[in-house]
Structures are given as C-alpha cells and as structure tokens.
C-alpha cells in the first residue's frame, strides 16, 4: 500500500496493509517500543490505556487501522456479514475514551460507507471490503495534510498579528499537552504550527507545561522539540501566569479534542486557566484542531462528555531509576486521600482568539463572543 509519506518526525503509528504498530507512549521518553495491532480489541485497548492517544486524530486512526487489520484477514459471505462485523467492531471502538469527537465522526462516516455498499449493485462484497480498508488507510496521509495545513494557517495568522511588531528574532509560544506527532499522524496541530513557524525561521521560544498527570509536555512534547532541536524550556504546569507575567511569552497555542459549533472547546486539562491567565496577559489563545475535532451537532460546552479517569494516575508516577535504568512506578501522594482526575477541560469561546483548521482561521462574529462554525466550511 505505499505512496504514504508520513512526516519525518516521529511515527506515533507505524501502518502497511496488514501490518499495524503503535508507539507505547507510556513508555516514553525513555523507552521506544512498538506495540502491534491486530485486532480491534487490540487497538481499543491500546487507546483506553492512553497507550496511544492524541485525542483528535490519532485515537481516530489507530481506531480505523485496528478495524482495517481485521477486516484484511476476514472474508465474508456477502455485504450484510460484513455490514454487521463492521457495526459490531465500530460500537466497541467506541466505548474506548468519550472526549474526543475524532473518533465518533471516524466511526459514523465508515458506518455509511459500509451501509451504502449494501445497496450497490457493482461492488461486491470483497470489493466493499476493500474499500472499506482504504477509508481507513487514507486518513493517514489525510492527517498529515490537514496538520501541514493548520501549521501554515496559523504561523501566517501569527505573523500578520504580530506584523507591526518587531519581532525580528521570531516568537515565543507557550504550549499545553502533546499535539505533535505523537498525537497524530505526523507533524501535529498546535505543534504543528510551532514546526511551522520554526521552519520559516519566525520561532525564537518554545514553552512547554508538564501537563500532569500524563505528562503529555514532559513526556511527549519535550521529546519531540529535543528531537527537532527547537528552542524550548519545560515549565510546571503552576508556572504558566508567572511565565506571562516575566518573561515575553507572544501566544498560547493548544490543541482540541471536541470544538463545539460556537467554539467551546474541550482539551487537555489546564487548559481552561492557560486561556484565563492569556486573557488576563492580553496575548492571543489559539486552538488548533482538524475539522474532524469540531461537533456541529453540539451547541456549547456544558454538553461535552469528559472523560474521568483513575486516580493512581494522579497518586502514582512512571520514571526512569537513573540507578539501574529500570522504568519504576513510584507512589506520589499520601494513602487514603480522594482524587479527582478529569482529563479535559472546557474552554469558552470567549476565551479563544482563533480556532486554527486545515481550511482556515476562523475568529469570533464582530461584537460577539462566539464562533459560528458551520459544516458547509468544510
Ligand atoms: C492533536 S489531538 C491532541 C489532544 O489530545 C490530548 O489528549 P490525550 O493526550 O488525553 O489524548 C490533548 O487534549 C491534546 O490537545
């Protein structure tokens, strides 16, 4: 199945036609191993462990590859048998994390596209199934485009913003969670842009945050700039609005996992107080995101599902015994204490200076405090 370029960062998700492996991102940074994937309970498993995630476009295709994997392997009767293996894979993968709308709007446009094949008289049923794995296979390199897309979009919004400005040694960004590469299929959202603007030389610093509990920034993101040599200096979550108010910091830049159609936006948790503390500070707060993250069908923010997950995730932390190598798992926090550990949060609209898509920036109606993003944009 070749032909597909994926970004020459690092592969989140390994795929040929059979073949499907994904890097256990709770390993990382210290140890790089792929998982493989050969079934949907596999690759449903490896996204409610967060062994991969990204909880746009990465979650949604490693879903669609698992299902892909099987699909290859199995041959079918006619179209209902594979009309009802692919419904009955498609309703678990959906039960795998609820946030991120990736993956439902994945999972309905691959259930009307089997639907649709059991009234067409050309394509028989290996033909749809076929066909069905090639939906699948695309979004990969879709991935990748729609990221170059949103990179270019917003490093050119921020110049223009910034135009007046002289600001000859490039931009400082602060940014939240992972959205690189190993949220995605290569180049990444918010990320993305930073790799943008690093590449047309308009990058002077990076911040990252942690972003505890995962550690998405200490992690991942941190991994990925090192990697990339960009500039960049790893912060505490805590540390954000004392970064703002000290050093020269021109935006905040995250990414999405579910963009309502007024521009409420669910992400990674903190990100509600990193877009407080810009509004406090007066810089821009952007969100990056793929068409694919934004819900037409909900109307605001109070209607996201958000995901609450285990509290050893919070009492307990994954590091490297710098004595031995060895990976250990340390308990953080005193026995017997509650936890709370949401894993997004809600920004509102009022808060974000601009939604970054693959088709475009969109900023607020004029006099208004929300977006109105419509289907037909994209
Ligand atoms: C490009 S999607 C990245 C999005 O997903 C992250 O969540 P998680 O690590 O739990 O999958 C975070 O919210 C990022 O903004």
């Keep these: 199945m070749g032909g597909i370029v994926q970004s020459e ?35 449903h498993d490896a996204i409610r462990t967060m062994r991969v995630r990204g909880g746009a476009p990465a979650i949604a295709v490693v879903a669609s590859l698992s299902l892909a994997i099987e699909l290859n392997v199995k041959s079918f009767v006619n179209k209902a048998e594979l009309n009802q293996f692919v419904k009955e894979k498609l309703s678990y993968l959906k039960t795998s994390r609820p946030t991120a709308v990736d993956l439902f709007n994945t999972i309905g446009k691959l259930l009307s596209l089997s639907e649709n094949f059991l009234n067409d ?33 917003g490093s050119e919004f921020l110049k223009n913003y910034y135009k007046s400005s002289s600001l000859s040694e490039g931009l400082t960004i602060l940014t939240h969670c992972n959205t690189g590469s190993l949220a995605t299929a ?36 941190a991994y990925e700039l090192v990697y990339e040599k960009i500039p960049s200096t790893l912060i505490c979550d805590s540390m954000a609005s004392a970064l703002l108010k000290t050093k020269n910091v021109n935006a905040i830049i995250v990414g999405a996992d579910r963009v309502c159609a007024n521009g409420d936006t669910a992400n990674k948790i903190g990100t509600y107080q990193l877009a407080i503390t810009a509004k406090y500070h007066g810089i821009p707060f952007l969100v990056a995101a793929p068409s694919t993250s934004i819900d037409f069908s909900l109307e605001n923010g109070s209607l996201i599902p958000i995901e609450v997950r285990n509290g050893s995730e919070v009492s307990k932390i994954k590091g490297l015994d710098e004595g031995d190598g060895k990976l250990r798992t340390l308990k953080i926090s005193a026995d017997g204490i509650n936890i709370w550990n949401p894993g997004f949060d809600v920004t509102p609209a009022d808060l974000i200076s601009a939604i970054v898509t693959e088709k475009g920036v969109f900023e607020k109606l004029k006099d208004k405090n929300v977006f109105n993003l419509k289907k037909e944009y994209f």
């Design 121 to 153: 008289t050309v394509l028989n049923v290996e033909k749809s199934k076929l066909k069905l794995i090639e939906f699948c296979e695309a979004m990969l390199q879709t991935d990748v485009e729609n990221n170059k897309n949103i990179g270019s979009f």
């Design 186 to 221: 290569g180049w990444g959202t918010a990320l993305g842009i930073i790799r943008s603007l690093n590449e047309a030389k308009n990058l002077s610093h990076v911040y990252c945050t942690e972003t505890r509990p995962y550690n998405q920034g200490g992690r991942l993101t």
């Design 9 to 43: 960062t690092l592969l989140a998700i390994k795929y040929s036609r059979g073949s499907l492996e994904i890097l256990n991102q709770l390993l990382l940074p210290f140890q790089p191993v792929y998982d493989k994937i050969t079934t949907v309970d596999d690759g």
